[in-house]
């Protein structure tokens, strides 16, 4: 950020008084600009047999890679309403009943991955326009060296864990650069 969005003079990296870390702080005006972590949101869905519904990615970043269907919260919006208007645009689908199911701080990418866990309302889902393909695959064929992000990866381990054990509660856990504790 160089410029104040209220009125348009330069702005510094300065720990404002009271603060603890730097802000972009306007020296005209004052206004101090917080930048805080985004919200990715979206949904674990599944079929009555548990297969998982994934999409494989139109976009940058991770292109043809499979996730979960998920994006960005926007203003406005409950977490569930983002999850569940990410889940029809990636995949047209929609859930039953979506619970909370799994947060995962990503601090060193200044995100906050929040999934619901629901049963599929059908079998009519197909891509949107952020996805190639969505397909639902079972345990024994989840794209493991094809999954686009950790997060997705920590998520899928939880469920499949979590379902054999025939109990599923709410997992929560931070992601820290690759090759650091």
């Known amino acids: 950020m160089k410029f104040c969005t209220f009125c348009g003079h330069p702005v510094q990296v300065v720990v404002p008084p009271g603060d603890d870390r730097?802000?972009?702080?306007?020296q005209i005006c004052a206004v101090v600009h917080y930048q805080n972590p985004r919200m990715v949101v979206g949904c674990l869905a599944h079929d009555a047999s548990g297969n998982i519904l994934l999409c494989r990615r139109a976009i940058e970043p991770q292109r043809g890679l499979w996730t979960l269907p998920a994006g960005f919260l926007e203003n406005g919006e409950s977490v569930e309403e983002g999850a569940l208007r990410e889940t029809r645009e990636e995949a047209n689908a929609s859930l039953h009943h979506p619970v909370?199911?799994?947060m995962v701080s990503i601090?060193?990418?200044n995100q906050v991955f929040v999934i619901f866990r629901g049963l599929l309302v059908d079998s009519r889902f197909h891509p949107g326009l952020e996805s190639l393909e969505t397909a639902l695959f079972g345990e024994q064929d989840i794209p493991w060296?094809?999954?686009a992000f950790r997060?997705?990866?920590?998520?899928l381990q939880r469920y499949l864990e979590d379902r054999k054990k025939g109990e599923f509660g709410v997992h929560v856990t931070?992601?820290?650069?690759p090759g650091q504790p």
């Open 22 to 26: 730097e802000r972009h702080v306007c």
């Open 100 to 102: 909370l199911y799994c």
């Open 107 to 109: 601090p060193y990418v």
């Open 145 to 147: 060296n094809e999954l």
């Open 151 to 155: 997060t997705v990866t920590f998520t």
């Open 174 to 177: 931070s992601l820290h650069k």
